[in-house]
C-alpha cells in the first residue's frame, strides 16, 4: 500500500530551527510537496522537490532523497506565525497526491 | 499560481437536506479535485472531477452521496447529499497548476449538520 509518514506534533522555540521529518512509499513518484495549514483555513503551498537535494526558499527548506523515500522541511528563525499544521504530500505514478496526516507545530515564546 | 473561489465558505444545514458547494478556478486547468478533511486529520480524497466525463471516486465514496458536476475546464461542484451530522467537516476542492508542480485550493466550505 501508500504511506506517508510525518511525526504527529513537535514543539520548538521562537527563533530557533525545526525539521520535520516525512519518510514515504508509494507507487511510484512524481515529486513531493509540502504545504502549511493553519487551522480553520485551506493548505497553502510551501515546496516542490522531484529531484535529490535540498531547495531553500527564504526561512524554509526542503529536501529531498528519493533513494531513501525520506524529506525534511527545516524552518529556521521561528515566528509564532509558524505555529500550524505541516503537511507532507506525494504525487504517485497516476499524478494523485498522496497525503500524510500532518505534523502540528507548536512554537513557544 | 492560479486562484480557486470556492463557496459558501461555512454552512449549517439540516440533516436529509442537500448542500451544493462551488469552486471557480480563474484559469483552465485539466483535473480538479474534492477532498474533506475531518478536524485534527489530513485530507481524503473524494473524487476527481472529470471535464466532460462522469467524475471518479475514491473507496467509500459514491456518486449518489456526492454528486460532482464539470462542465468546463474553469468549474466544478460538489453535493453532498441526504445530509447526517457524519457528513460535518470542512470540503476543499484542488486543482493542478500547468507545470504539475503545485496544487492549490480554494478556502475551504466548513459544513456543520445538525
Known amino acids: 500500500g501508500q504511506n506517508i509518514d510525518q511525526p504527529t506534533e513537535m514543539t520548538a522555540t521562537e527563533g530557533a530551527i525545526v525539521q520535520i521529518n516525512c519518510t514515504y512509499q508509494t507507487s511510484g513518484f512524481n515529486g513531493l510537496f509540502w504545504y502549511q495549514q493553519h487551522a480553520g483555513e485551506a493548505p497553502t503551498f510551501l515546496s516542490y522537490n522531484v529531484l535529490d537535494g535540498l531547495e531553500e526558499k527564504g526561512r524554509f527548506s526542503s529536501f529531498l532523497s528519493r533513494s531513501k523515500g525520506y524529506s525534511y522541511l527545516l524552518l529556521k528563525e521561528l515566528q509564532m506565525k509558524d505555529s500550524a499544521s505541516y503537511l507532507c504530500?506525494?504525487?504517485?505514478?497516476?499524478?494523485?497526491?498522496?497525503w500524510g496526516a500532518g505534523t502540528k507545530l507548536i512554537i513557544k515564546p | 499560481s492560479a486562484v480557486i473561489s470556492q463557496k459558501p465558505s461555512r454552512d449549517i444545514c439540516q440533516r436529509g437536506t442537500s448542500l451544493t458547494i462551488q469552486c471557480q478556478v480563474d484559469?483552465?486547468?485539466?483535473?480538479m479535485f474534492w477532498y474533506r478533511q475531518q478536524p485534527g486529520q489530513s485530507l481524503t480524497l473524494i473524487a476527481t472531477?472529470?471535464?466532460?466525463?462522469?467524475?471518479?471516486?475514491e473507496s467509500g465514496f459514491v456518486i449518489d452521496k456526492f454528486p460532482i458536476s464539470r462542465p468546463n475546464l474553469t468549474f466544478s461542484t460538489l453535493t453532498v447529499s441526504n445530509m447526517s451530522p457524519e457528513d460535518s467537516s470542512i470540503y476543499l476542492c484542488?486543482?493542478?497548476?500547468?507545470?504539475?508542480?503545485?496544487?492549490?485550493f480554494g478556502q475551504g466550505t466548513r459544513l456543520t449538520v445538525v
Open positions: 484542488s486543482a493542478w497548476d500547468r507545470e504539475g508542480t503545485e496544487a492549490f
Open positions: 484559469s483552465q486547468v485539466t483535473m
Open positions: 472531477a472529470n471535464q466532460g466525463s462522469e467524475a471518479t471516486y
Open positions: 504530500a506525494v504525487s504517485d505514478s497516476n499524478y494523485q497526491l498522496i
